[in-house]
C-alpha cells in the first residue's frame, strides 16, 4: 500500500504539472492568435473541444481519480481496532513533565524559556541540549537551574532532540516534551496539552491559528502553506475511510510536542541509524517523530499553540525561500519514501 500511495503521489504532481501546463499554453495560444480565431470563425471552446491533447490528459486525469476512489476503499479497514485507534482514557494521576531545550547561540532567549518552563506546574525537570554554542547559551542555561548537555561538535539540530529524548528516559518523568530555544512558545500552552494525554499517546501543537499568534513571527506566508501541504499529505497517506485520517494535523513543522515515557521508549531506539547517533530524518526529526508513532500505533492530536515572535537572530535568517523549497522537498520525500 505504500508503493501505491508514492505512485499515486508521483503522478498526481506529475498530472497537476501537466493539466496546468496545457491551460498555460492555451490562454498563451489564444492571446497571441486571439484576432486569428474570430476572423476564421474559430473559438476558444472549439479549439479546447477538437484538442487531442485535452482528450489524453483528460483521460490520465479520469484513470487517477479511479485508482484514489480504490485507494480510499482499501482503507475502509485501516487501523480500526477498538484497542487501539479509537477512544481510550487514562488519566495521568501525577505528570511529572521533562522538557528538551535544543539550543545553539541562543544567550538572548535561552534564560527566558528555561525559566518559562521550569515555573509550569508538573515540569520536574529542562535538560538543554547545547550544540557546542560559541556564546554565553550554556553558562546562562546552567544559571537558569536547567541540566545542561553539552556536546563537543556540532552535530545539528536533529541530534540534539534524540540526544534529549534519550537523556529524557534516564529521569523519573512520566512525560517528555520537546519545544524551541527562541522563545516562540509558551509553557503555559501545557496547561491544555497535559490533559489531552489522557486519550492519547502524543500531543503535537499547530502555529496555524492567527489569533494566538503574535504578528511578524517567523513563519511566512510560505512556510504556513507549506506546512499545511504537507500535513495534509501526511493524512492522506494515513488516510482513514471513515475519519479522512488515523490522524487530523495542519503543522508539520512544529517542534513543540510532549509524548508520554511508555510511548516514546517504543520508538526512540528506531529514530537512529543502528548502531549510530545519527537521525534517520535529518532535518525532518519531528516529522519522522510523527509518522513513526502513527506506524506504532500511537494515538496523536494536534492542537492550537500560542506562537510569537522569537528572540534574536533565527538561524534560518536571509536563506529566503530557496533554501525553504529545498527543506520542503526533504520533507516531501520523507513523506512519501517512508
Known amino acids: 500500500m505504500k508503493k501505491f500511495f508514492f505512485s499515486l503521489s508521483i503522478s498526481f504532481l506529475i498530472l497537476v ?16 492568435h486571439g484576432i486569428e480565431s474570430v476572423v476564421t470563425g474559430e473559438t476558444l471552446i472549439e479549439n479546447i473541444y477538437y484538442s487531442v491533447y485535452l482528450r489524453w490528459i483528460l483521460l490520465a486525469d479520469f484513470i487517477w481519480i479511479s485508482a484514489w476512489f ?20 487514562e488519566k495521568i494521576e501525577e505528570p511529572k513533565i ?16 528555561v525559566k518559562d518552563f521550569i515555573k509550569q506546574k508538573f515540569v520536574k525537570h529542562v535538560i538543554v541540549i547545547d550544540n557546542n554554542s560559541t556564546d554565553e547559551t550554556v553558562k546562562i542555561a546552567k544559571d537558569s537551574n536547567a541540566k545542561v548537555i553539552t556536546k563537543t561538535e556540532n552535530k545539528g539540530y536533529p541530534h540534539s532532540i534524540v540526544l534529549g529524548l534519550k537523556e529524557a528516559l534516564k529521569t523519573d518523568a512520566n512525560v517528555i516534551g520537546t519545544v524551541e530555544s527562541d ?12 490533559p489531552c494525554l489522557n486519550n492519547c499517546d502524543m500531543v503535537i501543537g499547530s502555529r496555524q491559528y492567527q489569533v494566538i499568534s503574535e504578528k511578524d513571527n517567523q513563519n511566512s506566508g510560505f512556510f504556513v502553506w507549506g506546512n499545511f501541504f504537507l500535513a495534509k499529505l501526511i493524512q492522506m497517506k494515513y488516510l482513514s475511510y471513515k475519519h479522512m485520517g488515523i490522524v487530523n494535523l495542519t503543522d508539520v513543522g512544529c517542534v513543540y510536542r510532549i509524548i508520554k515515557r511508555k510511548s516514546l ?19 525532518g526529526i519531528g516529522l519522522h517523530i510523527t509518522m513513526l508513532g502513527i506506524e506504532k500505533n500511537l494515538k496523536i492530536i494536534e492542537i492550537p499553540v500560542t506562537f510569537k515572535k522569537r528572540i534574536g537572530k533565527s538561524k534560518l ?5 530557496k533554501k525553504a523549497i529545498g527543506i520542503g522537498l ?5 513523506i512519501l519514501k517512508s
Open 183 to 194: 522563545g516562540t512558545f509558551n509553557g503555559y500552552d501545557l496547561e491544555k496539552m497535559v
Open 17 to 32: 504539472i501537466i493539466n496546468i501546463s496545457w491551460v498555460i499554453v492555451n490562454i498563451y495560444m489564444f492571446v497571441i
Open 70 to 89: 480504490g485507494y480510499i476503499l482499501q482503507r475502509k479497514s485501516y487501523k480500526t481496532d477498538s484497542n487501539l485507534h479509537y477512544l481510550q482514557y
Open 317 to 321: 535568517s536571509g536563506v529566503g525561500n
Open 98 to 113: 521533562c522538557i528538551i531545550i535544543p539550543t545553539y547561540n541562543e544567550e538572548l532567549s535561552i534564560e527566558k524559556v
Open 265 to 283: 521508549e517504543k520508538m526512540v531506539e528506531e529514530l537512529t541509524y543502528a548502531n549510530s547517533d545519527q537521525p534517520i530524518a535529518g532535518v
Open 330 to 334: 526533504k520533507f516531501l520525500w520523507l
